[in-house]
C-alpha cells in the first residue's frame, strides 16, 4: 500500500501537489482521479506523461463505481480530495453546481472511502489517511481589528462557495467521529502561482495586463486576503499527512495580509521593471468595477498550530512569491494560451492524435 490518491489532481493545487510529490526522492505513486472540469487542465500535467508513478482517470467523484475500481486496483495509502468547484464569483451564479461536488461529491466520496478503509486489514487502517483540503472562507469575514482565525473560529461561511465548503468540513467531520475514518482537514487562505487558472485575482491580473486589457478591481479594492505561495501549501499539505492528528484541522496560512489594491499594485510594479511598456506603467490599467454581492471583507489566517506541531511555516515572501508566479506565467505563453482560447480542453485529444 503506498499509492496516494488525489482527486482534482488537473486544478491548480491539486497540479501542484502532484508534481511537487513526484519530484520528492523516492515518492510513492499517485493515482489522479478528476473530472476535468472547466477548471480542470492535463496540460498542467504534461511533464508527467509516460512517468508510470503517475495514474490518471477521468471521473466524477460522484461516480461511486470509478472510484473503488481504483481503490480496489491501487490500495491507497491515504486519499487527499483536492476536488471542488472553487470560484466565489461562479458559486454566486450557479451554486447548484457547488452543492453537488463540494457537498454531494464529498459525501459520495467519504462513503466509498470508508467502505473501502473498514475492508483493510488493522495496521492499514490504523495507517490510513483522508486529508480534506479546504478553506479559511468557511468561517467568513473578519472586522479591521479582529484576530486571524484560527481551528476553533465559528464556521460563518458567506457565499454559496464557503457553504458549500463547510458543509463538507462538517460531513468529514462526521465521518470520523461516527465511523472513526482517520480524517485530516486543513483549511488554508488564499493561494497563488504557477498553474492557477485565470479567472482568480493574480493570474487574472497577470494575463489582462500583458495583453493591455483593464485590471478590474471589485469596489474600493481594500478587501484583504492573506496569500500564500501554493508550494508552500503543498508543502503544508505533506506534513499535514505525515505527522497531522487523525480527527484534528489545521489552518494553514501566509502570514500575508494585503488589500487587493495592493496586490494588483505590486503585480503593476513587477511587470514595469520585468516587462515595461512602451509607455506608461500598467497601475494605468487598473479598473473599479462594480463589486462582488456579499464580498467578504478581510480573511486573515493564524497557522500558529501548524508552526507548533508539525513545524511548518511558508518558504516564500510575496515578493519572491510573486515574482515566481509573475515569470511563469510570462515563460509558459503557450499555456495561457490555450486556456484563453478554450484549446486546452481537447488537449488530450490532439496531444494523442496518431
Ligand atoms: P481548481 O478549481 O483549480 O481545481 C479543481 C479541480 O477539481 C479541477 O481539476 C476540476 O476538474 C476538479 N473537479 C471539479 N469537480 C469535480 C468532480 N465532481 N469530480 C472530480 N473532479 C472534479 O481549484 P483549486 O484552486 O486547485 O482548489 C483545490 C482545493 O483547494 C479546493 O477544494 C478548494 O476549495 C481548496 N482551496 C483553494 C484555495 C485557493 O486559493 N485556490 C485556497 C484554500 C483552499
Ligand atoms: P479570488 O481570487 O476570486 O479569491 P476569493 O474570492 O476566493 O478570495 O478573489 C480574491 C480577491 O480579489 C477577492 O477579494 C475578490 C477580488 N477580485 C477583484 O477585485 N477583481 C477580480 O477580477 C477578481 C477575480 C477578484
Redesign the pocket.
Known amino acids: 500500500m503506498s499509492h496516494i490518491l488525489v482527486?482534482?489532481?488537473?486544478?491548480?493545487?491539486?497540479?501542484n501537489f502532484v508534481i511537487d510529490w513526484l519530484r520528492q526522492e523516492g515518492a510513492a505513486g499517485i493515482v489522479n482521479?478528476?473530472?476535468?472540469?472547466?477548471?480542470?487542465?492535463r496540460k498542467s500535467l504534461a511533464a508527467l506523461e509516460g512517468d508510470v508513478r503517475h495514474v490518471f482517470l477521468q471521473?466524477?467523484?460522484?461516480d461511486t463505481a470509478a472510484v473503488t475500481a481504483l481503490l480496489e486496483a491501487y490500495r491507497p495509502r491515504a486519499v487527499l480530495?483536492?476536488?471542488?468547484?472553487?470560484?466565489v464569483d461562479r458559486s454566486i451564479v450557479s451554486p447548484g453546481d457547488f452543492v453537488?461536488?463540494?457537498v454531494v461529491?464529498t459525501f459520495r466520496l467519504l462513503e466509498t472511502v470508508l467502505e473501502y478503509w473498514q475492508a483493510l486489514d488493522a495496521p492499514a487502517r490504523a495507517a490510513f489517511r483522508f486529508l480534506h483540503?479546504?478553506?479559511?472562507?468557511v468561517f467568513g469575514s473578519l472586522a479591521p481589528a479582529d484576530p486571524p482565525f484560527t481551528e476553533v473560529s465559528r464556521y460563518l461561511p458567506n457565499s454559496p462557495?464557503s457553504a458549500s465548503?463547510a458543509a463538507s468540513d462538517h460531513m468529514v467531520r462526521a465521518y470520523h467521529h461516527t465511523y472513526g475514518l482517520p480524517v485530516l482537514t486543513t483549511?488554508?487562505?488564499?493561494?497563488?502561482g504557477p498553474l492557477?487558472?485565470p479567472e482568480?485575482l493574480i493570474p487574472l491580473m497577470i494575463t489582462n495586463a500583458m495583453v493591455g486589457k483593464p485590471l478590474p478591481v471589485y469596489g474600493d479594492g481594500l478587501h484583504v486576503r492573506d496569500w500564500l505561495y501554493v508550494g508552500d501549501?503543498c508543502a503544508a499539505l505533506r506534513e499535514v499527512l505525515a505527522s497531522g492528528q487523525p480527527g484534528a484541522t489545521y489552518n494553514i496560512g501566509g502570514l500575508n495580509e494585503k488589500t487587493n489594491l495592493e496586490v494588483v499594485q505590486a503585480l503593476c510594479d513587477l511587470l514595469d521593471e520585468v516587462s515595461p511598456k512602451t509607455a506608461g506603467s500598467y497601475r494605468n490599467q487598473i479598473t473599479f468595477v462594480k463589486d462582488r454581492p456579499g464580498h467578504d471583507r478581510r480573511y486573515a489566517v493564524d497557522a500558529g498550530k501548524l508552526a507548533r506541531e508539525l513545524g511548518w511555516k511558508p518558504s516564500e515572501t510575496f515578493e519572491s512569491g510573486l515574482r515566481k508566479t509573475v515569470q511563469w506565467y510570462m515563460q509558459n505563453a503557450e499555456w495561457v494560451q490555450d486556456v484563453l482560447s478554450g484549446n486546452y480542453r481537447n488537449w488530450v485529444g490532439k496531444q494523442y492524435v496518431a
Open positions: 482527486t482534482g489532481g488537473a486544478g491548480f493545487i491539486g497540479a482521479v478528476d473530472k476535468l472540469t472547466y477548471a480542470g487542465n471521473a466524477d467523484i460522484c480530495h483536492f476536488a471542488a468547484e472553487s470560484h453537488q461536488t463540494n461529491g483540503v479546504s478553506t479559511d472562507e462557495y465548503k483549511n488554508c487562505s488564499n493561494n497563488y492557477q487558472f482568480k501549501h
